[in-house]
């Protein structure tokens, strides 16, 4: 194009060329594209403003759902905030979940160091009641042997029953052995409310005849009563029972004590019964006497840890109080029913219930060897007369204990503290066999030394003592077909168990 050539205000060239006519058709095909693209221009600015209206709706839509009545760049701040909340609570919640960590190891920690702590504190009871009970079932043993040495002199020559003011040996010894009951009852309280309180003791629960445990009881009491001029009757049972021998022994025990305590002395005669009662598929144990009673609001408190009726006007009444708290545990430890009734002014009755079981085949000592309700033999009897005994225990005093009241009953004792000892003596063959289980360190157990000796002599009778009272040692004994004892050892016990192994 010629820099001459004129242009329209739309910009298309159009031809001046005054000798040349313009062509017919240009005119109006220029015409036709000009109407054409301002059609198209008025279409897309129509179709942006329709645009522009739906985005300003979309904007309001979202500016009024966002909690900002601003731009909808508050709604993205809003989120950014919630975000650092959101972090902020996370980060806040992983510390507190570290400090909890932290807390629960410190717990695990102390709750290690308590289990422990209670685990020395167990051995520890097991160590001092050997140690205390050795001292205490040598003294029991020399007091029984002197007691029954005096009675045989008072059947050959008349001891003054005046001397002076003074009271008789008889009355000495009688003395000697009260107080020993009471430290060993002391002790006793203090060992078993420790064992419960661990919750170590666990019950060796067995079959055997009730006389087995009440016939002893029953003697033993009839003469702490006579001595206080009380009577006791018993009522026996030929039934058996499922329990603990032991641990049933100290409950009932705990209702006897009670009962003598009670009861009243002077111008009214003191009655204590220990009797039995079938109750279905249960046999009910029952101590009653005819003391003053219980009121109706003491009845569970006597049950209470350190809880004691009024005391006697003796005060001759020792104790902790905690007697039948531990007689209460230990019939819950055994799921055997506790009862209490009383009428004030009449009495009172303890009742504990156990289940009746059929005996297994009896091997050993027969559980018959006194009538039943009649009285063992005589304290002044000889009924193991020239029995042969052997006793394995380490400690000298409670040997010269057992050889003077085995003596007394007209045993013969070998006493060692090892078996092997007495088998390189070349005493006696025994007849039966006391053994100590914790003998010397490095020695094998009483046990084991008596299963040795079994083998050399096949059925000999062993009685096991120990002041262990775990129920998987009682186990083994009874599984080997052993008799058992704790300490210290109960003569009246002792005897009725040496007769029954003859």
């Keep these: 194009m010629s820099p001459d050539t004129p242009l329209t205000e739309q910009g298309f060239l159009i031809r001046t060329d005054p000798l040349t006519e313009p062509d017919a058709q240009t005119e109006p095909d220029a015409l036709t594209q000009t109407d054409a693209q301002s059609t198209e221009l008025a279409a897309l600015r129509a179709r942006n403003r329709q645009l522009e209206k739906i985005n300003a709706a979309l904007i309001e839509r979202v500016e009024s759902s966002s909690p900002s009545p601003s731009a909808p760049y508050a709604a993205f701040e809003h989120a950014v905030l919630l975000a650092d909340q959101v972090r902020e609570r996370t980060d806040a919640l992983h510390r507190t979940l570290d400090e909890l960590g932290a807390l629960n190891r410190r ?113 033993e009491y009839r003469q702490l009563g006579a001595a206080r001029g009380l009577e006791l009757h018993y009522v026996a049972s030929h039934l058996s029972i499922e329990s603990d021998l032991q641990l049933l022994a100290r409950v009932v025990r705990n209702f006897l004590s009670n009962a003598l305590r009670h009861v009243p002395d002077g111008s009214t005669r003191g009655r204590v019964l220990l009797g039995c009662r079938r109750r279905g598929d249960w046999l009910e144990i029952t101590v009653a006497d005819n003391g003053p009673g219980i009121a109706e609001h003491q009845r569970e408190v006597v049950f209470q840890e350190f809880r004691r009726l009024a005391p006697r006007q003796d005060n001759e009444q020792r104790g902790l109080g905690l007697g039948l708290a531990i007689v209460k545990r230990i019939t819950g430890l055994l799921e055997h029913p506790l009862s209490l009734t009383s009428t004030p002014g009449r009495g ?19 559980a018959d060897a006194t009538s039943p309700g009649q009285p063992c033999a005589s304290p002044l009897a000889q009924p193991l007369l020239d029995t042969v005994i052997w006793v394995v225990e380490d400690d000298r005093e409670v040997c010269a204990g057992m050889q003077s009241l085995l003596g007394g009953w007209g045993a013969s004792v070998y006493c060692a503290d090892d078996a092997e000892v007495l088998l390189q003596q070349a005493v006696a063959a025994p007849q039966v066999l006391i053994v100590d289980h914790q003998l010397g360190e490095g020695q094998p157990d009483g046990l084991k030394q008596a299963q ?29 077909g052993f008799g058992f004892l ?11 168990l040496l007769v029954n192994c003859r």
């Design 348 to 366: 009172a009755a303890f009742a504990v219930r156990v289940p009746i079981r059929q005996p297994a085949s009896v091997e050993g000592p027969a």
């Design 486 to 496: 704790l300490k210290p050892v109960k003569p009246l016990r002792l005897r009725q």
């Design 107 to 219: 717990l695990t920690a102390a709750k290690a160091a308590a289990e422990a702590a209670n685990h020395s504190k167990t051995r520890f009871l097991a160590a001092i009641s050997h140690d205390l009970l050795q001292p205490l079932n040598a003294a029991r043993l020399f007091a029984s042997a002197l007691e029954e040495q005096l009675a045989r002199l008072a059947l050959d020559a008349s001891l003054p029953g005046d001397m002076s003011g003074d009271a008789t040996p008889s009355e000495l010894v009688a003395r000697l052995g009260r107080s020993l009951s009471d430290v060993e009852s002391l002790l006793g309280t203090l060992v078993d409310i420790s064992r419960l309180d661990a919750g170590v003791l666990t019950a060796d629960v067995a079959v055997f005849p009730v006389r087995e445990l009440l016939d002893v009881l029953a003697e």
């Design 452 to 480: 040795r000796l079994r083998q050399r002599w096949p059925g000999l009778p062993v009685v096991v003592i120990s002041a262990d009272h775990s129920a998987p040692l009682k186990a083994r004994a009874r599984a080997l």
